[in-house]
């Protein structure tokens, strides 16, 4: 059973940075790397919503609230990816959600608090 298993969450100060990880467990290189790698986000009282998603090693996507401070990138010899958070806002605060789009799994969520 695969299993993705996040870690780097934390609580940060408005500005700060936070680097959150993502690995896949038990599954190997060649079915990990066509998937599409993602980080969502559910903020309280909002639904949960697509942060960033990487395709291969440069098609990117991200919602417009984070462009140019987040940026998702994936190591596929290690089957992780990673979303670099800079300059972190208030507004950035919510449980964080790895996926793996083809696989269609997701890991167990982990906490961001920006405080102001």
């Known amino acids: 059973q695969v299993e993705l298993v996040e870690s780097g969450g934390g609580l940060v100060q408005a500005g700060g940075s936070l680097r959150l990880s993502c690995k896949a467990s038990r599954m190997i290189t060649s079915v990990f790397n066509p998937n599409t790698v ?6 309280p009282g909002k639904q949960r919503e697509v942060v960033a998603s990487l395709t291969g090693l440069r098609s ?4 417009d ?9 994936r190591d596929n010899s290690r089957k992780t990816w990673y979303l670099e958070m800079v ?3 208030p507004e950035d605060t919510g449980v964080y959600y790895c996926n ?7 890991g167990q969520g982990i906490q961001v608090t920006v405080t102001s």
Do not use: D, P
């Not at 993602?38 to 903020?43: G, I, P």
């Not at 609230?65 to 990138?73: L, N, Y």
């Open 38 to 43: 993602a980080w969502y986000r559910q903020a």
């Open 87 to 89: 300059s972190l806002k």
């Open 100 to 106: 793996l789009e083809q696989a269609g799994k997701w």
């Open 60 to 63: 990117t996507s991200y919602t």
């Open 65 to 73: 609230s984070v462009k140019g401070r987040f940026t998702i990138s």
